[in-house]
């Protein structure tokens, strides 16, 4: 650069870089005339009713508050006042996020969605009762009217939907009331939750049925007989739609999204509604959203559908509905802990359940006594285990005893523990109770976990420690440890008796916390009754009546029991059996 000389000036970056303008779109003005035709076009005589402006209007109770829109007339969101989700969130069973409705009806113009049309909405009060009414009217004496009802307290909303001189309007066809919904994420274990979570539903013909929970594929099912109710259940929650008299048919589906750890599933339930219920008068429906409580399901007035709470196989069910959930309910109307409650439930079923403790025990120790002699026998005959079977009944026949004697008592107490197995996982009671280290009793105490999946436990045990399991393991060793003391129990089966409460520790991690600590308690308590019930039995005396009944029996020549007669007939059989394939 020379003296005197000006710089250039140089252009900047953006200086240098050309420029381009992209032309703005601008949105199309459509003329009022146009749209009007559009609707007319869509909507027939109803395309004054497509358009408006959506308002809120919010009707509550003790127990919900329910949302409406003017849009639809239809329920908005549904918030349960007395749950949180696992995050102490507010529990919206449903939202506009998640849900939606619609009513599909056959117009001159092809299929109308009557929740699209907007309604004018008036709020009542009959009494206690909150009445919301949504009216959409085409002319004096033409009118949609869906009106809502909500009780001072509850889980139920009733649904009239009715017709007034829309026969012209719309078509003599039943009108399908079309329900979707992403099942909201509202517990802990998002596992759980989803195999949990499907479309229940109650047919005239067949009764309660429901798809499959467990399955991570799509499911859908046609039903073309008369329905009483649809069901969209979750763990603990369910939200149904019930028939005063019936749907003429429908159809239910399920599907899960892997990747929306946001929801559990995708529900659809699409029920018909006859259009003669709703032009007289009979379009009686009810809504129900709450928790899966059995007294408050069965107050719902539709059949079965206390059955949104798995209880268990009819044995099981029973056991659950009669004797469990009283009990249980009993002690929380006047005890505000769960872990005391399960306590003392143990005590009292043992308290129960003692004699057949007490029986089993004698059993196994007369058993004990004999066990040097069946020995004997064992040894006397070698592989020949027809003889030694023989051998073994006349010693029993000649001692008076009955070797399924102390089998039968723990058989009889089989079904309690099948019916805690059902009970805990299913109980809303327990959801967010805390219990010592448990946070929630309702699923798995996890006192540390892991992200990392190793292979063959994450599987199988899973990616977390449960403390209440861990020691539910060790009792159930210890249990069995004393229990060997005095079974004659040998060889394999006595190995099998300690491996498998170690597989079950792998089962039940991922359990709720309550039913370990069940077990648990149960456990220790079982181990309690076997040191007292030992205090009392003498093994000498037993051995002197055995002795006893052994001197009568070669006095008399003693009589055969009908159980020992069967045994007998069923072992000769056996021996004509084996004889003839010989031949």
Not at 113 to 138: H, N, P, R
Not at 259 to 288: C, I, Q, R, W
Request: charged share 20%.
């Amino acid at each position: 650069m020379y003296f005197g000389q000006k710089d250039k000036p140089q252009p900047n970056a953006q200086q240098q870089q050309s420029t381009q303008v992209t032309p703005q779109k601008t949105e199309e003005v459509i003329p009022d005339s146009v749209k009007q035709q559009q609707l007319k076009a869509a909507y027939g005589e109803l395309a004054n009713l497509a358009s408006g402006e959506a308002k809120d209007v919010v009707a509550e109770n003790k127990d919900i508050k329910v949302t409406f829109s003017s849009k639809g007339g239809k329920i908005k969101s549904v918030l349960l006042k007395h749950y949180l989700t696992d995050q102490k969130k507010p529990l919206y069973l449903l939202d506009e996020a998640n849900s939606n409705i619609s009513l599909l009806a056959a117009s001159k113009t092809g299929n109308l969605d009557l929740s699209t049309l907007f309604y004018q909405a008036e709020t009542q009060k009959s009494g206690d009762t909150t009445k919301v009414i949504f009216k959409a009217t085409l002319s004096p004496g033409n009118a949609i009217s869906q009106t809502y009802s909500i009780a001072p307290e509850g889980y139920l909303v009733n649904y009239d939907l009715k017709f007034d001189g829309m026969t012209g309007i719309l078509q003599n066809q039943p009108v399908v009331f079309d329900w979707k919904a992403d099942a909201p994420k509202v517990e802990y274990d998002l596992k759980q939750s989803r195999i949990t979570t499907s479309v229940n539903y109650y047919t005239v013909k067949e009764g309660f049925d429901h798809l499959n929970e467990t399955s991570n594929d799509p499911e859908s099912t046609t039903l073309s007989e008369p329905i009483k109710w649809v069901s969209m259940k979750q763990k603990f929650f369910n939200a149904g739609f019930i028939a005063e008299n019936e749907f003429s048919n429908g159809t239910v589906k399920s599907h899960v999204n892997q990747g929306d750890t946001a929801s559990l599933k995708h529900l659809e339930a699409s029920v018909t509604l006859p259009y003669n219920d709703l032009t007289s008068g009979k379009g009686k429906y009810k809504f129900y959203f709450g928790p899966n409580h059995y007294q408050t399901l069965r107050a719902v007035p539709a059949p079965d559908y206390d059955k949104n709470v798995y209880l268990g196989w009819p044995v099981i069910n029973l056991i659950n509905r009669f004797i469990v959930i009283p009990v249980f309910n009993f002690f929380e109307t006047f005890i505000g802990n769960y872990g005391v409650i399960i306590i003392i439930l143990v005590f009292l079923l043992k308290a129960i359940l003692f004699p057949l403790s007490y029986k089993s025990y004698i059993s196994m120790a007369k058993m004990k006594v004999l066990k040097p002699e069946i020995d004997e026998i064992k040894e006397r005959n070698g592989d020949d285990m027809q003889k030694v079977q023989a051998e073994q009944m006349q010693l029993y026949q000649k001692v008076g005893i009955n070797p399924l004697s102390g089998c039968i008592p723990v058989l009889l107490q089989t079904p309690i523990l099948l019916a805690m197995f059902n009970f805990f996982p299913n109980s809303i009671e327990l959801r967010q109770e805390p219990f010592l280290w448990a946070n929630d009793l309702s699923t798995y105490d996890s006192i540390f976990s892991w992200n990392t999946h190793i292979w063959g436990l994450s599987d199988t045990y899973g990616n977390h420690f449960s403390l209440f399991t861990f020691l539910m393991t060790l009792s159930t060793l210890l249990l069995t440890w004393v229990n060997n003391q005095v079974s004659t129990v040998t060889g394999p089966m006595k190995s099998v008796s300690y491996i498998m409460p170690v597989v079950f520790m792998f089962v039940l991690n991922s359990f709720p916390a309550g039913l370990s600590f069940y077990y648990l308690v149960s456990n220790l308590v079982s181990i309690g009754q076997q040191y007292i019930i030992k205090g009392f039995v003498d093994e000498n005396k037993i051995r002197a009546v055995l002795d006893e009944n052994r001197k009568k029996y070669a006095t008399t020549g003693g009589k055969k029991s009908k159980w020992m007669q069967r045994v007998e007939e069923a072992m000769k059989a056996r021996e004509e059996e084996i004889k003839k394939k010989k031949k």
